[in-house]
């Protein structure tokens, strides 16, 4: 199906632990980004990317690690997982900077 | 560095009147302006945005945006609102020579009967 999926939905992980969410797009778009939804803050940015091996840190980046060796996966990966990284997770990707970005469903992950 | 501000963390309309959802944005170079809404439980669904050209832009379910470069405002409305448009909306803003996407904080709508 077109689109873009995260993966998993919903998971619990302990204090420490790496965990990685995964983004998948089918349009081949050029721009991914990962932003954290936390009440009272809105969406904050976490890292970007603009193409296949570019990426770059947005607003909140520490403790998150990506990568992007295709253009249409985008995972994020939290090296050591702490209780303020309880948050829902969404992915977006976009065509170029005047194009609308299309979301993912996220992902909730509470770090208990 | 880019932001946008959304000043009003609730705006409460009754349902038929019209609706204003504020934004303003700080950005260097010509801005890309967007609004988004987000049903509970589920992603941002775009509505509108402003790339160039006419100020008033026309979007999904009615909604429309007007954009004020010195004032730099890009304000959501419509003229009558509907209590199926109660949701949460984001303003968001891009530099057109850069790569960041950055939302505002959002704004709860809530449409009464």
């Known amino acids: ?112 | 560095a880019q932001s946008v501000a959304q000043p009003e963390d609730q705006v409460n309309v009754a349902e038929g009147n019209p609706l204003t959802v504020k934004c303003t944005y700080s950005v260097s170079g010509n801005p890309y302006l967007f609004w988004y809404v987000q049903y509970p439980n589920r992603g941002l669904q775009f509505l509108l945005k402003y790339i160039t050209g006419d100020n008033l832009v026309k979007g999904s379910y009615g909604f429309e945006a007007e954009f004020n470069k010195s004032q730099t405002s890009f304000h959501l409305k419509k003229p009558s609102a509907l209590v199926s448009d109660s949701a949460l909306y984001f303003c968001a803003v891009r530099d057109s020579g850069g790569n960041m996407l950055t939302f505002g904080g959002g704004t709860r709508l809530m449409v009464k009967p």
Not at chain 1, 20 to 26: A, G, R
Not at chain 1, 56 to 67: H, I, L, T, W
Not at chain 1, 80 to 85: H, L
């Open chain 1, 1 to 112: 199906d077109a689109g873009i999926t995260q993966s998993p939905r919903y998971k619990i992980t302990e204090t420490g632990r790496q965990v990685t969410l995964m983004c998948h797009q089918t349009w081949s778009h050029s721009y991914m980004f990962w932003y954290r939804q936390d009440l009272g803050h809105g969406l904050r940015l976490i890292y970007y990317s603009a193409a296949a091996d570019i990426t770059d840190k947005g607003e909140v980046p520490d403790g998150y690690v990506v990568s992007r060796s295709k253009t249409e996966n985008f995972p994020l990966t939290l090296e050591s997982a702490t209780r303020s990284q309880t948050s829902v997770y969404f992915c977006a990707s976009s065509e170029n900077p005047a194009t609308e970005a299309f979301f993912g469903q996220g992902t909730r992950l509470t770090v208990v």
